[in-house]
Every structure is written in structure tokens, then in C-alpha cells.
């Protein structure tokens, strides 16, 4: 054979075992266990090195060792041609398929998140697939509580939340005194009976979807739950079924998230059931509109005097307007609620939303054009309170109630809870006595106020009263006006009306409280040396008098000009020396003694005593910087002035007055008055003003008050110009204030001014001792018939007579120095005995140079400018038989109407 034919050799050893360890090596691959014997030194592919394989076999290396075990261990390892070992072999896992098989991938799992085979960022970004699979089942299980929940919640009766609506007060004594709301004043009407005109207004104004809508608005719920989530107010999302299904449907009022869940699905559910018709016309039946009228007949009544029926399309605007909320929107104003619901604010408010709903009819084609251009002037309304239950007195009753509630409940009880109706109210009004003001105000008017036998002296004439216990603080008995339903103002609660010499009793009780500052002697209190004064202590009464500072100096506003102090009828008292004890002024209501006694004081303590007593600081206490502000330029309230005065009858202790006792709803108490008794004044201050003032009604100017075996304490007050007067008296057990005054009664003119009362009632001039004190003293008999006279309790001594003048001595020698402060030794004496009647005194007593207090010009002034009394304000008066006519007309006065100091007004409240 040819020796290219020829086989090649043959290996060394072998045999089968060797042939099949060859073939499993066959591949070369370096992988498995030991690709080479132990002492092998050669490379796998060296051409030199002897092979250990079968023929065939490229490059196979010698294996001296192993066998059949080695060969099944490689192949179970995944080894093809050794090498590598189980490590290598799990590294090669899952690179695809081989002999050696790799481990098996991890199983997915249903809700693949962290994602797996993902890493960094991706591993947690869900996929569209987990997105869309969440967001299925999160709408499906919303679609399920859904139907539970629409299925479950009941339409309730109409009926049943209809009968809630609706406030019932009460007298002290426990009896009903009115019921408001509610069945009292709804009168329900037809469907057809309402106005298209009113139908078209509500739905341009507050539901334009109302006649396609399913009873609830979706982007309307949308806002509502944002208000919510952000805290603010659930409102602004209703549909017009919505405000049905609240209005009539439901019992809970609250604003609450649970409340507004059920209301959702009732009105779904009552905007699949009941008609648009039914919807629309128990809408219209069940809102409230203000001034006590619930429902579209009751309203159209209250505001235009006018059935539902008759309407026209500029009126049917006005009251879609009020609905809205009939305290910020009723042209009448409600600032007895809230100082920003005033008559101005509210006409601005309601004319800007009437106007803006007549033009959304048009733009929703709901209204002509041609009929829209008809309406350009405002509606004109009735009177408020136009329900004939709240007629006379009781109008001013509930409102004053309704007030006081809201202003000290602290937010308890708001003003649109109470709207919604409920409640309780349970007052401090004495039935009684109500009624015996109101005929002892009558009385006067029928007797002596003749508006056709005098139209320009009798006309615009008003009396306000209250009467207020001094132990308790409770309002008895108030007179707001001639008639609630015919004039609105509350005269009993805020008026403007200067109160004129009723002040005085404040500058005493300043005077006993810190006394008077002075050069030497009494008590340090902080702004120089004081010392108390006595009821006896001495001022001068001359007719204009020229006012100085404490400390001597003349005082001189801001323009330089002096103050001369002017009384009553141009009197001055006791001259040469003009000096007048304060019980004397008191009694004579001196102007120019209170005046001054007033600057010694300081004015910013007489300010301070008047709110001590229960008056408020309101703007009409802005003068406390000029002399008059001590003759009452300011204007609080009678309910105000009875409360103060209440405060000296009770030995100082002072209580707010208050007309509710407390609020009921479904038999809880919600609101319970609490008595705050506070002692600005000791019983030594108090009852030496009482003292004092008990000689005003024995033989001053209120002796036409006094009331037979009855002790009383009061004083008279005449303002500038004669547009005022008041008395303001009491016993130990009633406390009660009478003004009058003119003041044309046209709320809609913001430019109303006080007028004169020179005439008035067939009078020459009206002062605080005849129409008023007569008022007080034929109610108080009344009142006071049957209970038990109380006297006063007796006065202690108080301070030290300042201002006296010793009468001459015999002997030179003994004559003492001169000096500007009193006696070091106070003249004991019993200051609640009456002073002698007034005399003039010795012609040897005259005024000496060194005195600030007295001029000895004889009444002849001495420079300056006459800008007392009528100037400075109010002017005091003498007893009717002797009172003349103020002269003067120059400044300082306060005769504007700020209708401020009321009790339950504004910030005063």
C-alpha cells in the first residue's frame, strides 16, 4: 500500500474506555474538570503532545487518569471538554441550550411591581398595563359603593322638614310670644301660580342646566369638594335640587361632608322620581327670602305687598337676588347682625346682582331684550318686617333677640341657622311692661304731638325706652318705635341722639372715684396730686364761664380760641361769688360748674367712669377731648344709658344688659346667658351719686319723675339746639331711660339730620323734665304697682369739700393765707342731706384773685369767644317754668347721627 494510503498509528494503550472518553472530548472545549493530567506541561494544541482520543480527535489531550465516573461527572456538570468546574458552569446557566442544561427562569408574578428584570429607575415605574388594571377596579369598586349607597338612601317626606321651619320666642314668664318661620308666614301656591318670570330668574341666576340636569352638577361637586379639602365653605356647587332636597327634604342643616354625601343622592334620586315642575315649585315654596317670609308668596308679600301671581320680571330678579342670602342682600340692611349689612351696602349689593341676573336672562334667551329695557330702576320695596305677627312692639323684640343670639353666642348659633329656623327663644322681655311703656309713650303722643295742628313742629317726632333690672342686667321692657312694621330703626337700641346733662351723673362718679388733680395735698395717683371731692364741694355757676386747665392756664382748642361755658337760659347761680356746691349743680344741671369739675378730673377719667358704668366706646366718645364732652356730646343707646344708671341703683356692680336668657333646639340648650358681674365702683362712690341725684327728682329739675313713697334717683338731659331730650331714673329695682327727639323717619335718605324741637308738642322748648320725665313716671307707676318700696341704701362720707370759701374773719390776724388747695381739715358733714335752697350770698363774700375757679368780673367776660352751651355741646336746663331758649351756635357740638353705641350694634354689640 502506498504510503500516502497508509493509517496512522495507532495509540498507546486505550482500549474502549479510552475510545469513549475521546469522543466525549471530541468538542476541544476547555470547560470541565481538568482539561490536562496533573503533570502535563504541554500546550493542547502542540502537535508534539501525544493524543489520548480515538483517531479523528483534533488535538485531544492524554488523560492518564479517570474513567467512566469522570466522564458521567463532566457530563452531569454541563462539562464538554473539562475545565471550568460547577462555578463556570453555573455561569454559563441560561446562555442557551447545551448538553449541560442550564437553570430554569423565575416564575412572573400577578402584580409585577418592583418590576422584575428591571433595574434602576425602570425597576419601579409602573407599566400601562398595572395603570389601567388599577384604575379598572378602583372604578369598579366606586360604581359598587354607588349603587349600594344610591340604593340604600330613602327620599324623605316633605312634610317632615317642613314642619322644623320656623323660631318660637318667649316671654320672661315662660309663654309664647310669637312664632316666626315656617308655618307662620308660608303660604304655599301651585306650580302655575308662580310667575314664568320667577322660574326663568332662579335658573339664570343659580342653575342654567336646572330643565336637562339629573338633579346634581358635576363640576359643581368638583368645587365643593375643594372647598371642603381646603376648609372653606361647602357652598357654590348646588343645583336648584339640591337647595330643594335641603330646603324641604332634609332635617340636618349642618355643613358637613356627611350631609352634603346623603343630599347628593337623595337628589339624585329625587331628579329621577319627581318632575322639574314639582322640583321647581317646592323650591320657590320652602327658601327662606329675609324679613320673616319663607316661600315665593310670603315673600312677594313682605317685599312688594303683592301676590306671587303678580310679579313683574324686574321683581321676580330683586327676590332671586335676596336668595342668595337675604342678610347681605335685602335692601332693608340687617346691621343689627353684622355692621357690613347695612341699608347702603346691601342696595349696592342687591342692585349690582338684580341687574347682573336681568342680563343673563337675556344672554340665556330667556328673557327679550325689548322686555329687559323696560326695567332700568330699581324695584321699589315696601317696609321691612311686613309679616303683621312682628307688628308693633314685637318686631323690635324678636330683633333685638335675634341680634343678641348671634352677637354672643359665639358662633354657635349663626345668623343662617337661625334663618333655617328650630329654635327656642327664650327672652327677658316682661309682657307687662312692655306693654305699660308703650301706653305711657302713646299717652304723650295722643295728648300732645298734633302733626296736623302743627305739621312743622309735630312731624318726625320719636320716643325710644328701655328698662333694664339693676340685680340682674335683664332687659324688661324696651319702645323701639311707633310700629315695627312702619318704622324700621330700633330706638330703644341705636339712635344718634345726644344724651345731653344725663352725662353729669359720669363726671361726679369720676370725681368721687380719682378726684381732682391739684397744686398740694391728697393722694398721688400717677398724673400728679388728687383729692377726692365731696358732694359738697364748691365750683363756680356763673353764666360764661371761661374754663381753664387744672393747673390754672385758660384752655384753648387747636385754633387758639378760649372756652366760655354758657348755661341754661344764660343763668349764672349765686352771685358775686357764684359759687355752687356739686349737689346744687346737680340739681340745677349747671353747666359750667360739671364743665369745669370735668377738666379738674380729666377728661380722660370721665370717658373712663361712663364706660365703667356700661357705656361703649363708640365714635360718638370722640369728643373726650373738649370741656363739653362732660355736658354729653356722645349718643349710646337708651338700652345703653338704663344699663349704666343700673350700675349706681345696684352700689356699683355693673352687668351688660341682655335680652335672651337661653336657646332651645329639640329640647337642648344651646345657649345659656352668663351673668359677668363686674364692681368698677365702690359702694361709697355709687351711692353718694345716687344721693346726689335722688335731690335732681326731689327738688330740682326731675320732680315731675317722682313717683309718691317711692325713693328715686334720676337726671334730666336737654342737647344743643333743642333736638334732644331724656330722663333717665331709677329705683333699687328698675332702672329705665326715655329719649325723644325728631328725626325724619325716610330710611332711605342717608342724609338724615335732627331737628329742632322748639314748638313741639305745644311746647316752647322741650326739656328732659317734660315729655320724657313724664313718660318715666306714668310707666314706672305702673310697673312698680304692687312691689315693695325699697329705699336707697344711706351714703357714706366721701372726700372733702374743695373749692369753699371761709367767710371773713373779725380780726386781720386770724384771716387765713391764700391758697389754691382746700383746707387740710375736711368740713365734716352729712352729705345726704338736702343743701339749703339756693340763696345769694353775703355781699361780703367775693371771689379772691387767687381762685382758677371764679372770675370777679361780675359775668362780664374777659376776651375769648362765646362757644359754651349751644356752642360746646349740649347745654343744661332749669325746671320747665323758668327754662330759656339756648343762644349760640358755634363748635364743638355733636349733633351728627352716627347711629353708633347701640347694645347689639356692630362693634359696640
Not at 49 to 61: I, K, L, R, V
Not at 727 to 749: H, K
Amino acid at each position: 500500500m502506498s504510503e500516502h494510503r497508509r493509517k496512522p498509528p495507532q495509540p498507546q494503550g486505550g482500549g474502549r474506555a479510552a475510545a469513549r472518553r475521546g469522543a466525549s472530548g471530541a468538542s476541544g472545549a476547555p470547560s470541565g474538570r481538568r482539561a490536562a493530567p496533573r503533570d502535563a506541561t504541554g500546550s493542547p494544541s502542540s502537535p508534539s503532545a501525544p493524543s489520548s482520543y480515538g483517531p479523528g480527535a483534533p488535538g485531544g489531550e492524554e488523560r492518564p487518569y479517570g474513567g467512566r465516573a469522570e466522564a458521567r461527572r463532566a457530563a452531569r456538570n454541563g462539562s464538554v471538554g473539562g475545565g471550568g468546574g460547577r462555578r463556570r458552569a453555573a455561569e454559563n446557566a441560561g446562555r442557551g441550550r447545551g448538553r449541560g442544561r442550564g437553570q430554569e427562569p423565575a416564575k412572573k408574578r400577578f402584580i409585577d411591581y418592583p418590576r422584575a428584570g428591571k433595574f434602576g429607575a425602570r425597576r419601579w415605574l409602573p407599566s400601562w398595563r398595572l395603570i389601567t388594571g388599577l384604575f379598572i377596579g378602583f372604578l369598579g369598586s366606586m360604581l359598587a359603593v354607588i349603587g349600594i349607597a344610591y340604593a340604600l338612601v330613602e327620599v324623605p317626606e316633605v312634610a317632615k322638614a317642613a314642619r322644623a321651619q320656623n323660631n318660637v320666642y318667649y316671654w320672661a314668664d315662660g309663654s309664647q310670644m310669637v312664632a316666626t318661620g315656617g308655618e307662620t308666614n308660608r303660604q304655599i301656591i301651585k306650580y302655575a301660580d308662580i310667575p314664568r318670570a320667577m322660574r326663568n330668574a332662579v335658573i339664570s341666576a343659580e342653575n342654567k342646566t336646572f330643565n336637562k340636569d339629573k338633579g346634581v352638577d358635576p363640576m359643581g361637586i368638583a368645587r365643593a369638594v375643594v372647598n371642603m379639602a381646603k376648609g372653606g365653605q361647602t357652598q357654590g356647587g348646588s343645583t336648584i335640587t339640591q337647595q330643594y332636597v335641603k330646603n324641604a327634604r332634609l332635617d340636618d342643616q349642618s355643613q358637613t361632608f356627611t350631609r352634603k354625601f346623603k343630599e347628593l343622592f337623595i337628589s339624585i334620586k329625587v331628579g329621577r322620581e319627581v318632575s322639574k315642575e314639582d322640583i321647581m315649585a317646592g323650591y320657590l315654596n320652602t327658601a327662606y327670602y329675609g324679613r320673616n317670609a319663607y316661600g315665593i308668596q310670603a315673600a312677594a308679600r313682605a317685599y312688594f305687598g303683592e301676590d306671587a301671581e303678580d310679579l313683574n320680571p324686574s321683581q321676580c330678579a330683586l327676590l332671586a337676588t335676596v336668595l342668595k342670602g337675604a342678610t347681605y342682600y335685602d335692601p332693608a340692611g340687617y346691621p343689627e347682625i353684622d355692621p357690613a349689612a347695612s341699608r347702603d351696602a346691601n342696595t349696592e349689593r342687591a342692585k349690582k346682582r338684580w341687574k347682573w341676573i336681568l342680563d343673563e336672562e337675556v344672554k340665556d334667551g330667556r328673557l327679550s331684550a325689548e322686555v329687559r329695557n323696560k326695567y332700568t330702576k330699581f324695584p321699589k320695596l315696601e317696609s321691612p318686617r311686613s309679616n303683621v305677627k312682628l307688628s308693633g312692639q314685637i318686631g323690635y323684640l324678636v330683633s333685638l333677640a335675634k341680634a343678641y343670639v348671634i352677637n354672643n353666642s359665639d358662633g354657635k348659633i349663626t345668623a343662617g341657622q337661625l334663618e333655617q329656623g328650630g329654635y327656642e327663644i327664650h327672652t327677658t322681655f316682661d309682657k307687662k311692661k312692655v306693654k305699660q311703656l308703650e301706653d305711657a309713650v302713646q299717652k304723650v303722643r295722643k295728648a300732645k304731638i298734633k302733626p296736623k295742628l302743627r305739621p312743622d313742629k309735630d312731624t318726625h317726632v320719636q320716643f325710644g325706652g328701655a328698662s333694664v333690672n339693676p340685680n340682674t342686667g335683664a332687659i324688661e321692657a324696651i319702645y323701639g318705635g311707633e310700629d315695627a312694621t312702619k318704622h324700621f330703626t330700633n330706638n330703644a337700641d341705636t339712635t344718634g341722639a345726644q344724651v345731653g346733662s344725663t352725662y353729669k351723673p359720669f363726671v361726679l362718679a369720676a370725681a368721687f372715684k380719682n378726684g381732682v388733680r391739684s397744686k398740694s395735698g391728697g393722694e398721688v395717683q400717677g398724673d400728679g396730686t388728687r383729692t377726692i371731692v365731696d358732694p359738697k364741694s364748691k365750683y363756680s355757676g356763673k353764666n360764661k364761664l371761661k374754663i381753664k386747665n387744672y393747673d390754672g392756664t385758660v384752655w384753648q382748642d387747636k385754633d387758639g380760641k378760649e372756652w366760655l361755658q354758657t348755661n341754661d337760659g344764660q343763668q349764672s347761680y349765686n352771685p358775686p361769688s357764684y359759687r355752687i356746691d356739686l349737689r346744687e349743680a346737680m340739681r340745677e344741671s349747671v353747666n359750667s360748674a360739671y364743665v369745669q369739675l370735668g377738666m379738674d378730673v380729666g377728661l380722660d377719667k370721665v370717658k373712663a367712669a361712663a364706660m365703667d358704668a356700661g357705656l361703649k366706646d363708640d365714635k360718638s366718645m370722640a369728643g373726650a377731648t373738649y370741656p363739653s364732652f362732660s355736658l354729653g356730646t356722645s349718643s349710646p343707646s337708651a338700652i345703653r344709658m338704663a344699663g349704666a344708671y343700673a350700675t349706681f341703683a345696684d352700689e356699683g356692680k355693673q352687668r351688660d344688659p341682655f335680652s335672651v336668657k337661653e336657646v332651645k333646639k329639640e329640647g337642648e340648650v344651646v345657649f345659656q346667658h352668663d351673668s359677668q358681674v363686674k364692681s368698677p365702683f365702690s359702694p361709697e362712690v355709687a351711692n353718694n351719686v345716687t344721693d346726689v341725684l335722688k335731690t335732681v327728682v326731689e327738688k330740682g329739675t326731675g320732680t315731675s319723675a317722682q313717683l309718691p313713697g317711692r325713693q328715686v334717683a334720676g337726671k334730666t338731659g336737654t342737647t344743643d339746639g333743642n333736638k334732644s331730650a331724656w330722663f333717665v331714673g331709677y329705683t333699687p329695682q328698675l332702672s329705665t331711660a326715655i329719649s325723644m327727639y325728631r328725626l325724619d323717619d325716610d330710611e332711605n335718605n342717608s342724609k338724615r339730620e335732627f331737628l329742632e324741637m322748639f314748638g313741639t308738642g305745644g311746647e316752647k322748648k322741650i326739656h328732659g323734665a317734660s315729655f320724657p320725665a313724664q313718660i318715666w313716671q306714668d310707666y314706672m307707676e305702673e310697673a312698680l304697682k304692687g312691689k315693695r318700696a325699697i329705699p336707697f341704701p344711706e351714703p357714706g362720707p366721701i372726700g372733702e369739700i374743695v373749692g369753699d370759701i371761709p367767710p371773713p374773719s373779725p380780726t386781720p390776724t386770724e384771716e387765713p393765707e391764700p391758697s389754691d388747695s382746700p383746707s387740710p381739715t375736711p368740713t365734716e358733714t352729712e352729705s345726704s342731706d338736702p343743701p339749703e335752697p339756693t340763696e345769694s350770698p353775703d355781699p361780703t363774700e367775693s371771689c379772691k384773685p387767687w381762685d382758677p375757679r371764679c372770675e370777679d368780673d361780675g359775668g362780664v367776660t374777659d376776651g375769648g369767644s362765646d362757644n359754651g352751651g349751644a356752642d360746646g355741646g349740649p347745654g343744661g336746663e332749669s325746671p320747665p317754668p323758668t327754662g330759656q331758649p339756648n343762644g349760640g351756635n358755634g363748635n364743638g357740638g355733636n349733633n351728627g347721627n352716627d347711629n353708633e353705641g347701640g347694645l347689639f350694634v356692630g362693634p359696640t354689640g
